[in-house]
């Protein structure tokens, strides 16, 4: 098997861009909470944090999940079969990548408008989205280091 092709500059940039588009699409799980759970105790309004965060999810969060994916895919095109779409591995790591553009887009993204327009029951189930995602970032971690189905 040969891994010269792992080792060049076209595949390494990609990588460096597939790595950075993961920490811009799920950095947002991790701080977004957290700045809605200090507001809260503070007993201020947080209608408008939700509207800048759904403006997030929409314009940036969602467009680096979906980047990821695209140079993750751009890595296994530039790794000179090392890498292929038949392992195991690569077929995990698309399904929770589709999983994560379906979390963010499909549930995250119209509950934070919801919860912006003062809904808390769609509040209350935030977090519960964000969960998803930091679930499905650790899955996506543990395939890509134990790569299942990688000869």
């Known amino acids: 098997m040969v891994f010269a092709a792992l080792d060049s500059f076209g595949f390494r940039a990609f990588l460096l861009l597939h790595i950075i588009a993961i920490v811009v699409a799920f950095a947002p799980g991790f701080v977004w909470p957290l700045v809605g759970l200090a507001l809260r105790k503070e007993q201020k309004s947080i209608g408008t944090l939700y509207t800048v965060v759904a403006d997030n999810a929409l314009k940036i969060q ?87 189905g990688f000869p």
């Open 62 to 148: 969602g467009v680096a999940m979906i980047l990821a994916g695209i140079f993750g895919i751009g890595m296994i095109s530039l790794s000179d079969e090392a890498y292929k779409f038949s392992q195991s591995w690569v077929s995990i790591s698309l399904l929770l990548w589709f999983l994560g553009i379906g979390v963010i887009y499909g549930l995250l993204l119209p509950t934070l408008k919801r919860a912006g327009s003062g809904n808390e029951t769609s509040e209350a189930r935030i977090p519960m989205y964000y969960g998803m995602l930091h679930l499905l970032l650790l899955l996506a971690v543990i395939d890509m280091i134990w790569k299942p």
